[in-house]
């Protein structure tokens, strides 16, 4: 059974940092790339939950990554083979970045590569982590 747990979540300030942390279970991790979106609640939201904004993805060698729209250069992906487990640094936080934090798995085609932020490309998601920023 593949298992996918988020971590590291939090309240913080405007400005702050962040270290999430995503460990996978139940498949050989170093196979397939990874992702991390977000939800804000209430984004055209149904009673199945509003769409995902990919956040960051990173190829099974970490040799790729790449980060949604405006994102690059304050979030940091990477993994740790190792230790099954996907990291995402977040720093100079802002009340905008509020939002439950998702790790996946990609699916399909290609498994082991980073080509898109597309939800539908990725499968085994996790409960999530909230962050929330304050002013």
């Known amino acids: 059974q593949v298992q996918v747990v988020e971590s590291g979540g939090g309240l913080v300030q405007a400005g702050d940092s962040l270290r999430l942390s995503c460990t996978v279970s139940?498949?050989?991790?170093?196979?397939?790339?990874m992702a991390w979106f977000r939800r804000v609640p209430g984004e055209g939201e149904t009673s199945e939950g509003g769409p995902r904004e990919g956040v960051a993805c990173i190829s099974t060698s970490g040799g790729t990554t790449r980060y949604g729209n405006s994102l690059q250069g304050r979030f940091i992906i990477s993994r740790d083979n190792s230790k099954d487990t996907v990291f995402l640094q977040m720093s100079l936080l802002q009340p905008d970045d509020t939002a439950t934090y998702y790790c996946?798995?990609?699916?399909?085609?290609?498994?082991?590569?980073?080509?898109?932020?597309?939800?539908?490309?990725?499968?085994?998601w996790g409960q999530g982590t909230q962050v929330t920023v304050s002013s």
């Open positions: 139940g498949l050989p991790f170093d196979d397939y790339a």
């Open positions: 996946a798995i990609k699916s399909g085609y290609n498994p082991d590569r980073c080509l898109s932020l597309n939800e539908n490309t990725y499968n085994f």
